[in-house]
């Protein structure tokens, strides 16, 4: 399956991912006792300018920021599952996540 999503999304949430502006965690958004964002935190706060308030109480990138709002194959659960696999279950770091999403995501 080819993935892709708005070269300005994808150019800013590989950035944020790369630049050690954010401490990873796992199986959360974000997790406030750790300041740890998983990869998908990352792109909420980041793109979206989620708040963190907001971050740990949500559970899920398309309650945080809308269905309607995700554009490209963020749409596609499969897309958004591929990303928590890598974050929560391979536990790559972020700098790995970025360069899969680069290898593997078609900017538009």
Known sequence: ?????P???LDT???ALTDG????????????????????GVLAHSYYEVDNELLH???DLTEIVGYRNLPGSLHDGHFRNWIIAMNDDEL???DEI??????????T
């Open 1 to 5: 399956m080819e993935y892709n999503l």
């Open 7 to 9: 070269k300005n999304l």
């Open 13 to 15: 949430w590989t950035t």
């Open 21 to 40: 502006s954010y401490e990873p965690t796992e199986g959360t958004m974000y997790d406030e006792n750790c300041n740890g964002y998983c990869a998908l």
């Open 57 to 59: 109480m949500m559970s």
């Open 92 to 94: 790559l770091q972020f």
């Open 98 to 107: 970025a360069e899969r999403l680069k290898e593997n995501v078609k900017p």
